[in-house]
């Protein structure tokens, strides 16, 4: 099954993403009109020291609240895994001597074209965070997978990458 896209115009653009108006044709001949926001592929890892995961938590202006999360980041790097290896030691000063990509998903497949590519870190050393200006106030927070779980179940943790990044884990045998 595929449409047919008529055209393409640009309305919005910034560092981070783009929107565009496509008119598109399904197959039966119906045509619509939809907005679609680009974004560039991101990379979510969850460091994993053995016992805890590292979470970070930080204001997020579109929702207006402070919101904890694993490290992610936008694909600014050679790689994604770069990316991913990048964004944990920036954000929460760890490196990991392993590193593996568990999978992938479309954030939300019916408005944005975003993928966010899932990696487990592992054997991780402590070090010093080097983090961006608009990282401002971000803070560290070390939690068992129970305590995780509870962050989930009482809605303190409503991130969605995060919640589904958990699950991809639990469902990689890794935990």
């Not at 994604?80 to 929460?92: G, H, S, V």
């Not at 639990?170 to 935990?175: A, K, T, V």
Request: proline share 3%.
């Amino acid at each position: 099954m595929s449409w047919k896209r008529n055209s393409s115009k640009e309305v919005f653009r910034n560092r981070f993403m783009w929107v565009t108006e496509d008119e598109v044709e399904t197959e039966s001949g119906q045509k619509m009109t939809y907005g679609v926001v680009h974004k560039k592929p991101f990379a979510l890892t969850i460091p994993w020291d053995g016992k805890k995961f590292t979470l970070i938590g930080e204001y997020r202006y579109f929702v207006d609240s402070f919101v904890w999360a694993f490290p992610q980041g936008h694909y600014e790097h050679d790689s994604i895994e770069e990316t991913a290896r990048k964004e944990l030691q920036e954000e929460t000063g760890q490196t990991a001597k392993s590193i593996q990509k568990i999978g992938s998903f479309w954030i939300g497949p019916g408005a944005i074209n975003q993928e966010c590519n899932v990696f487990f870190a592992t054997d991780l050393a402590e070090g010093n965070v080097n983090r961006e200006e608009s990282e401002e106030g971000m803070e560290i927070k070390k939690v068992t997978l129970a305590e995780l779980k509870q962050l989930i179940k009482s809605g303190e943790i409503k991130d969605g990458p995060t919640i589904t990044a958990l699950s991809m884990l639990e469902f990689s045998g890794e935990i």
